[in-house]
């Protein structure tokens, strides 16, 4: 398959989705909407959700953006903690009266947190991306999107036409990207946050999925894949930003969700949750009903060689959802070793994700840490499970595609009143000993993703700051933390203020 036949069969599966989302009765869509008077009275009773308001543009370009030169900094800062630490998230999720019913569906936008010496400067702008262009002249939405149908006649051409650039950020190579799902990544200028455009890495190339975890192994090499019907990509950039192949093989599950990968030395590892969308049920319920977990397929790993994705092994797990890998290593015995974050069901897909739009709690569904060993000389796969309610795992950048033992995970504890489906802590789990160290940030804290930074010129996994974003309920601004991972029970060293709050996003990037 070549890149145009990916494209028209991107545009014709595209058209299917609109057809059976536009079916969708005048009750079911009453039921299924939010207008934005609705989630502005919901979220005055639950004032934790204020941040899916999201943010406005239609004063023009760049009304949506926000910029604090120096944050308010208590606790003690760092000397040596400098860089620039982002996060993407949805953040645009109202035009001309109608609101997204899916968070997923948000524009994005890059928040960057830039620090040295002690000051903290905070940035954010929504990516500039065609279909935010092409929305904000006509002052609507033209664009169905994930989990929320728009009627429009605008014709699609390729992933591009409704790429929001909403899920996560790197910058390699000096490059900085905005990344997404289905379709290209999107460069942004590092010193201002400005749109360039749409990265095509090579002629014949352009719209061609790059998704939303890539990874870099520890000699500098970033790994990608991208995914579309029964079509798997493997990207393969080289340290200086340059495509050294891109591969196209076939999925053991067409139509499946494939979200995140991990990279050892010699394979991709690939899980493909048994999960698609159903048609028949948008039909006849929206987004609620369209994402179920098919309890009669598999979880399956797709174990690839980085070199030859012709040679492969497909191993088989218990069905259950998978957003978010931690990491993969070759063990000395041969098999890889695996860690993910897998969840039963998929109820934060199909409800907490639409509930939190209307300004509603839901509860987030139960996730926990999975421990898998891939043999790969018999095909089995040896699951477990462990006790714990965790999203977003990370480890050691410099220890990625390596034998990691600290896997780091925003956490709740369970039987902890008062969350609404959201996370309030942070926790560390040595997953050789089992052992776990927490810290709870509080009953008015929403937690967000937190990232491993290494301090420099040291090598041990422990020798790292954690960064994160959370928001104050009370005083409903957004907080920068900076935790030391060695003394992680006793909380931030420091706290960064911002003046305002900022979207929820999804993930986020360290960079020097």
């Not at 028209?8 to 009750?27: D, E, I, W």
């Not at 946050?193 to 090499?221: C, I, M, N, Y």
């Not at 960064?467 to 907080?479: A, P």
Request: aromatic share 8%; glycine share 10%.
């Amino acid at each position: 398959m070549n890149r145009r036949e990916f494209v028209r069969a991107f545009v014709q599966t595209s058209a299917a989705v609109g057809a059976a989302a536009g079916s969708l009765s005048a009750s079911a869509q009453r039921g299924a909407a939010s207008s934005p008077a609705d989630f502005d009275a919901n979220v005055a009773r639950h004032p934790s959700l204020a941040p899916y308001k999201g943010v406005s543009d239609a004063a023009g370009v760049g009304s949506g953006d926000l910029r604090c030169e120096s944050l308010t900094v208590t606790g003690q800062w760092p000397e040596a903690l400098r860089g620039r630490f982002y996060r993407n998230g949805p953040a645009l999720f109202e035009r001309g009266g109608q609101r997204y019913q899916h968070w997923f569906d948000g524009d994005g936008m890059l928040q960057q947190f830039s620090f040295g010496g002690g000051k903290v400067a905070h940035r954010g702008a929504l990516v500039r991306t065609h279909k935010l262009l092409t929305e904000q002249k006509a002052g609507k939405f033209v664009y169905s999107a994930f989990g929320s149908y728009i009627a429009s006649d605008l014709p699609l051409q390729g992933p591009d036409s409704v790429n929001t650039a909403n899920t996560s950020v790197i910058e390699h190579a000096g490059r900085l990207m905005a990344l997404w799902e289905g379709g290209s990544a999107y460069e942004m200028n590092v010193s201002d946050l400005s749109t360039r455009g749409p990265v095509t890495w090579k002629a014949g190339l352009e719209q061609v999925p790059f998704s939303a975890h890539p990874k870099r192994d520890a000699d500098g090499h970033l790994w990608n894949i991208g995914s579309f019907g029964s079509r798997l990509i493997a990207w393969h950039i080289d340290p200086q930003g340059n495509l050294v192949d891109a591969k196209i093989g076939s999925s053991p599950y067409p139509g499946g969700m494939v979200h995140d990968m991990a990279v050892t030395e010699q394979f991709l590892v690939v899980p493909l949750p048994p999960v698609k969308l159903n048609f028949d049920a948008l039909r006849a319920g929206g987004p609620e009903q369209a994402f179920a977990l098919d309890g009669k397929e598999p979880l399956r790993i797709l174990v690839m060689r980085k070199d030859d994705l012709s040679q492969r092994k497909v191993f088989e797990l218990p069905a259950q959802m998978v957003f978010h890998v931690g990491n993969a290593y070759e063990r000395a015995d041969g098999n890889v070793s695996l860690s993910f974050v897998g969840s039963p069901s998929t109820q934060f897909l199909r409800q907490g994700a639409v509930s939190v739009m209307r300004g509603e709690p839901s509860m987030a569904g139960h996730a926990s840490t999975q421990l898998v060993e891939l043999n790969l000389s018999t095909g089995r796969a040896t699951l477990s499970a462990l006790d714990d309610c965790v999203e977003f795992p990370q480890i050691d950048p410099r220890r990625v595609g390596q034998a990691a033992r600290q896997l780091l995970s925003t956490a709740s504890w369970m039987g902890y009143a008062g969350r609404e489906g959201s996370y309030h802590g942070v926790q560390l789990r040595d997953v050789v000993s089992g052992k776990q160290r927490r810290f709870d940030y509080g009953a008015n804290m929403v937690v967000e993703e937190h990232m491993m930074v290494p301090k420099p010129g040291r090598s041990g996994e422990l020798e790292a700051w954690l960064m994160s974003t959370s928001f104050d309920v009370k005083r409903q601004i957004t907080l920068l933390n900076v935790l030391d991972a060695a003394h992680i029970e006793d909380g931030p060293v420091a706290q960064a203020s911002l003046p305002y709050k900022l979207p929820f996003g999804f993930h986020g990037h360290f960079a020097v």
